[in-house]
């Protein structure tokens, strides 16, 4: 009886600590993923404010808004007291936000064949980050759109560059970036007549063969 009571309370222990450690690995895995921004002012568009409200984003995906709005137990905080929050539309890929660098092409390399990558439009590590250029009017032109946030992507080229996600809520990068580097821009631009490739079937050619390269290395 005793052993019974023993190896009982023995696997009542390891339950306990299993679920303990298994929704451990549960709150790490979704840290990050649920926000509550709590005591916010709310302009829903859709009539009167929401003076003092909560606005649940779980997955990046808005679930709750209003003021009667539960804050779930998983959710990370955030102290909207002095915030304002509204609904605005994403520009997902948006190209003129960006003041790339003007490129001189050396006419001499006709000649000599010895072009760059990056005269083939294959940079990659060109970052949009580094190059987005906002001002107050050209903000102002996006608010009357409706449109607030932007995901800003160099567009010259074949593997054009890093793309960036900015709030269009000011116009200095550093406290507006959303994301940083987000994806890897690829275009079709195509070449001149001495330089590869030079068609558009030349450009397919190569992404295939740039993307098998890199699966090959992974």
């Not at 649920?34 to 606005?55: F, H, M, P, Q, W």
């Not at 190059?131 to 593997?159: C, D, M, N």
Request: hydrophobic share 40%; with cysteine; glycine share 8%.
């Amino acid at each position: 009886m005793a052993k019974n009571l023993f190896k009982t309370g023995m696997a009542i222990c390891m339950s306990l600590l299993l679920a303990s450690y298994l929704s451990q690995l549960y709150s790490q895995d979704d840290l990050h993923r649920v926000y509550a921004v709590k005591d916010c002012r709310i302009d829903t568009r859709a009539g009167s404010l929401i003076e003092k409200g909560t606005v649940v984003i779980r997955g990046g995906l808005i679930e709750a808004v209003g003021a009667q709005v539960a804050v779930p137990a998983d959710a990370e905080v955030i102290d909207g007291s002095t915030l304002t929050v509204y609904p605005g539309l994403t520009d997902a890929l948006c190209k003129s936000l960006l003041k790339l660098p003007e490129r001189k092409f050396d006419p001499t390399k006709i000649y000599t064949g010895e072009y760059t990558e990056e005269d083939r439009g294959i940079t990659p590590e060109f970052k949009a980050f580094d190059y987005f250029e906002i001002t107050k009017s050209v903000l102002e032109k996006y608010h009357k759109a409706g449109i607030t946030t932007a995901q800003v992507i160099p567009e010259r080229g074949i593997f054009t560059g890093q793309a960036s996600v900015f709030s269009l809520s000011g116009t200095e990068k550093n406290k507006t970036v959303i994301l940083k580097d987000t994806s890897l821009g690829v275009g079709f631009s195509v070449g001149g007549f001495t330089l590869y490739p030079s068609s558009l079937m030349g450009v397919v050619a190569l992404l295939r063969q740039e993307l098998s390269d890199a699966s090959y290395f992974d």
